[in-house]
Protein backbone atom coordinates (compact mmCIF):
# COMPACT_ATOMS: atom_id res chain seq x y z
CA UNK A 1 0.00 0.00 0.00
CA UNK A 2 1.29 3.58 -0.79
CA UNK A 3 1.41 5.86 2.08
CA UNK A 4 -0.63 8.36 -0.12
CA UNK A 5 -2.39 7.14 -3.06
CA UNK A 6 -4.73 9.28 -5.83
CA UNK A 7 -6.39 8.12 -8.77
CA UNK A 8 -4.28 8.85 -11.63
CA UNK A 9 -6.85 10.57 -13.56
CA UNK A 10 -7.23 11.90 -16.02
CA UNK A 11 -10.33 13.83 -14.43
CA UNK A 12 -12.35 15.98 -17.13
CA UNK A 13 -14.72 18.51 -16.02
CA UNK A 14 -16.07 21.41 -18.36
CA UNK A 15 -15.26 25.18 -17.98
CA UNK A 16 -17.15 26.71 -15.06
CA UNK A 17 -17.65 22.97 -13.34
CA UNK A 18 -16.98 21.84 -9.84
CA UNK A 19 -13.41 20.10 -9.90
CA UNK A 20 -12.88 16.96 -7.12
CA UNK A 21 -9.57 15.51 -6.49
CA UNK A 22 -9.58 13.02 -3.75
CA UNK A 23 -6.30 11.12 -1.85
CA UNK A 24 -6.13 8.63 0.88
CA UNK A 25 -3.24 8.47 3.56
CA UNK A 26 -1.68 5.38 5.05
CA UNK A 27 -0.02 7.06 8.32
CA UNK A 28 -2.64 7.99 11.00
CA UNK A 29 -0.40 9.77 12.73
CA UNK A 30 0.02 12.46 10.07
CA UNK A 31 -0.97 15.56 10.58
CA UNK A 32 -0.38 18.22 8.12
CA UNK A 33 -1.70 18.13 4.35
CA UNK A 34 -0.92 20.10 1.04
CA UNK A 35 -2.00 20.42 -2.11
CA UNK A 36 0.42 21.26 -4.24
CA UNK A 37 0.08 21.75 -8.77
CA UNK A 38 2.12 20.94 -11.39
CA UNK A 39 2.15 22.33 -15.23
CA UNK A 40 3.71 19.87 -17.44
CA UNK A 41 7.20 20.23 -17.35
CA UNK A 42 7.67 22.72 -14.37
CA UNK A 43 8.12 22.12 -11.02
CA UNK A 44 4.99 21.79 -7.83
CA UNK A 45 3.67 24.73 -6.79
CA UNK A 46 1.83 24.95 -3.19
CA UNK A 47 -1.86 25.81 -3.44
CA UNK A 48 -3.09 25.02 -0.23
CA UNK A 49 -2.64 23.43 3.30
CA UNK A 50 -5.02 22.12 5.74
CA UNK A 51 -4.18 21.09 9.44
CA UNK A 52 -7.74 20.42 11.23
CA UNK A 53 -10.25 18.48 10.21
CA UNK A 54 -13.18 20.10 8.23
CA UNK A 55 -12.87 22.82 5.14
CA UNK A 56 -10.40 25.37 4.81
CA UNK A 57 -11.13 27.95 1.68
CA UNK A 58 -8.95 29.85 -0.05
CA UNK A 59 -10.51 32.11 -3.39
CA UNK A 60 -11.58 28.94 -5.88
CA UNK A 61 -10.03 25.94 -3.98
CA UNK A 62 -11.64 24.46 -0.83
CA UNK A 63 -9.49 21.74 0.84
CA UNK A 64 -11.20 19.48 2.83
CA UNK A 65 -9.78 16.70 5.48
CA UNK A 66 -11.36 14.33 7.15
CA UNK A 67 -8.45 11.83 9.97
CA UNK A 68 -10.99 9.46 11.25
CA UNK A 69 -11.41 8.07 7.50
CA UNK A 70 -7.63 9.44 6.30
CA UNK A 71 -9.20 11.36 3.35
CA UNK A 72 -7.82 14.29 2.25
CA UNK A 73 -9.74 16.15 -1.05
CA UNK A 74 -9.55 19.35 -3.20
CA UNK A 75 -12.82 21.25 -4.66
CA UNK A 76 -11.85 23.73 -7.22
CA UNK A 77 -15.26 25.94 -7.91
CA UNK A 78 -15.21 27.70 -11.21
CA UNK A 79 -12.97 25.24 -13.14
CA UNK A 80 -10.95 27.50 -15.93
CA UNK A 81 -8.84 25.68 -18.87
CA UNK A 82 -5.48 26.90 -17.05
CA UNK A 83 -6.59 24.90 -14.06
CA UNK A 84 -5.63 22.09 -16.66
CA UNK A 85 -2.66 20.55 -13.98
CA UNK A 86 -1.44 17.96 -12.04
CA UNK A 87 -2.60 18.13 -8.25
CA UNK A 88 -0.05 16.40 -5.99
CA UNK A 89 -1.70 15.36 -2.72
CA UNK A 90 1.19 15.38 0.13
CA UNK A 91 1.50 14.41 3.78
CA UNK A 92 4.03 15.59 6.44
CA UNK A 93 4.88 12.02 7.91
CA UNK A 94 4.54 11.88 11.88
CA UNK A 95 7.61 12.16 13.64
CA UNK A 96 9.13 12.88 10.68
CA UNK A 97 10.21 15.72 8.28
CA UNK A 98 9.85 14.56 5.20
CA UNK A 99 6.82 15.38 2.58
CA UNK A 100 5.39 12.51 1.08
CA UNK A 101 3.37 12.68 -2.43
CA UNK A 102 0.90 10.54 -4.21
CA UNK A 103 1.20 10.05 -7.93
CA UNK A 104 -1.17 12.82 -8.43
CA UNK A 105 -4.23 13.42 -10.57
CA UNK A 106 -4.23 15.15 -14.02
CA UNK A 107 -6.91 17.21 -14.58
CA UNK A 108 -8.61 18.60 -17.76
CA UNK A 109 -10.59 21.82 -17.97
CA UNK A 110 -12.68 21.86 -21.26
CA UNK A 111 -13.34 25.39 -22.88
CA UNK B 1 13.39 36.37 -2.61
CA UNK B 2 14.67 35.02 -5.87
CA UNK B 3 13.21 31.66 -5.26
CA UNK B 4 15.31 28.36 -5.20
CA UNK B 5 18.13 27.91 -8.07
CA UNK B 6 19.04 24.69 -9.29
CA UNK B 7 21.94 24.23 -11.70
CA UNK B 8 22.10 22.47 -14.20
CA UNK B 9 18.72 22.76 -15.60
CA UNK B 10 19.89 19.74 -17.69
CA UNK B 11 22.89 16.63 -17.65
CA UNK B 12 22.88 14.16 -20.22
CA UNK B 13 26.07 11.91 -18.71
CA UNK B 14 26.86 7.99 -19.86
CA UNK B 15 26.47 5.32 -17.89
CA UNK B 16 29.27 4.71 -15.11
CA UNK B 17 29.88 8.57 -15.20
CA UNK B 18 29.17 10.84 -11.43
CA UNK B 19 26.90 14.13 -11.86
CA UNK B 20 27.15 16.43 -9.47
CA UNK B 21 23.68 19.12 -9.05
CA UNK B 22 23.43 21.96 -7.00
CA UNK B 23 20.68 23.65 -5.17
CA UNK B 24 20.53 27.25 -3.88
CA UNK B 25 17.87 27.53 -1.59
CA UNK B 26 15.84 30.84 -0.58
CA UNK B 27 18.24 32.60 1.45
CA UNK B 28 16.00 32.61 4.76
CA UNK B 29 14.79 29.14 4.43
CA UNK B 30 17.11 27.05 6.71
CA UNK B 31 15.23 23.28 5.51
CA UNK B 32 16.92 21.76 2.10
CA UNK B 33 15.07 18.82 0.09
CA UNK B 34 16.17 16.50 -2.16
CA UNK B 35 13.48 14.79 -4.13
CA UNK B 36 13.17 12.64 -7.47
CA UNK B 37 10.84 12.67 -10.06
CA UNK B 38 9.86 10.51 -12.60
CA UNK B 39 7.42 10.86 -16.00
CA UNK B 40 3.84 10.06 -14.15
CA UNK B 41 4.86 9.66 -10.89
CA UNK B 42 5.20 12.05 -7.43
CA UNK B 43 7.99 13.66 -6.55
CA UNK B 44 9.88 10.81 -4.35
CA UNK B 45 11.89 12.16 -1.34
CA UNK B 46 15.87 11.54 -1.39
CA UNK B 47 17.04 13.70 1.68
CA UNK B 48 16.28 16.59 4.11
CA UNK B 49 18.51 19.21 5.82
CA UNK B 50 17.94 21.45 8.30
CA UNK B 51 20.88 23.96 8.38
CA UNK B 52 23.71 21.72 7.40
CA UNK B 53 22.78 18.76 9.57
CA UNK B 54 21.41 16.15 7.65
CA UNK B 55 18.88 14.60 9.43
CA UNK B 56 17.21 12.15 7.17
CA UNK B 57 17.38 10.11 4.39
CA UNK B 58 15.28 8.03 2.09
CA UNK B 59 16.73 4.59 2.86
CA UNK B 60 15.71 3.83 -1.05
CA UNK B 61 18.85 5.99 -1.79
CA UNK B 62 21.82 3.86 -2.28
CA UNK B 63 25.17 4.58 -1.44
CA UNK B 64 26.15 6.18 -4.91
CA UNK B 65 24.06 9.19 -3.92
CA UNK B 66 25.48 11.60 -1.32
CA UNK B 67 24.33 14.62 -0.30
CA UNK B 68 25.58 17.96 1.34
CA UNK B 69 24.93 21.39 2.61
CA UNK B 70 28.30 23.01 4.18
CA UNK B 71 27.51 25.91 6.26
CA UNK B 72 23.88 25.35 5.71
CA UNK B 73 23.38 27.40 2.52
CA UNK B 74 24.04 26.06 -0.73
CA UNK B 75 23.50 21.91 -1.16
CA UNK B 76 24.74 19.43 -3.39
CA UNK B 77 23.67 16.09 -4.92
CA UNK B 78 26.49 13.59 -6.32
CA UNK B 79 25.52 10.54 -8.18
CA UNK B 80 28.12 8.16 -8.47
CA UNK B 81 28.34 5.55 -11.33
CA UNK B 82 25.44 6.56 -13.01
CA UNK B 83 22.73 3.91 -14.06
CA UNK B 84 19.84 4.09 -16.78
CA UNK B 85 17.51 4.07 -13.88
CA UNK B 86 18.56 7.07 -12.35
CA UNK B 87 17.79 8.94 -14.94
CA UNK B 88 14.90 11.35 -13.86
CA UNK B 89 13.88 15.15 -12.66
CA UNK B 90 16.20 16.02 -9.32
CA UNK B 91 13.86 18.56 -7.68
CA UNK B 92 15.00 20.90 -4.69
CA UNK B 93 12.97 22.20 -2.11
CA UNK B 94 13.39 24.96 0.90
CA UNK B 95 11.08 25.94 3.33
CA UNK B 96 11.20 28.19 6.72
CA UNK B 97 11.32 25.86 9.98
CA UNK B 98 8.37 27.21 10.94
CA UNK B 99 6.28 27.68 7.57
CA UNK B 100 4.73 24.37 8.29
CA UNK B 101 6.76 22.52 5.65
CA UNK B 102 5.34 24.52 2.96
CA UNK B 103 8.07 23.65 0.68
CA UNK B 104 9.27 25.71 -2.50
CA UNK B 105 10.68 23.68 -5.25
CA UNK B 106 13.01 24.95 -7.53
CA UNK B 107 12.80 24.39 -11.44
CA UNK B 108 14.99 20.76 -11.24
CA UNK B 109 17.89 19.13 -13.11
CA UNK B 110 16.48 16.81 -15.67
CA UNK B 111 18.64 13.97 -15.65
CA UNK B 112 19.34 11.74 -18.78
CA UNK B 113 22.25 8.62 -18.41
CA UNK B 114 22.50 6.70 -22.00
Known amino acids: QKEVEQNSGPLSVPEGAIASLNCTYS??????FFWYRQYSGKSPELIMS????GDKEDGRFTAQLNKASQYVSLLIRDSQPSDSATYLCAALMDSSYKLIFGSGTRLLVRP | DTGVSQNPRHKITKRGQNVTFRCDPI?????LYWYRQTLGQGPEFLTYFQNEAQLEKSRLLSDRFSAERPKGSFSTLEIQRTEQGDSAMYLC????????????FGSGTQLSVL
Open chain 2, 93 to 104: ASSFRDGGEKLF
Open chain 1, 27 to 32: DRGSQS
Open chain 1, 50 to 53: IYSN
Open chain 2, 27 to 31: SEHNR
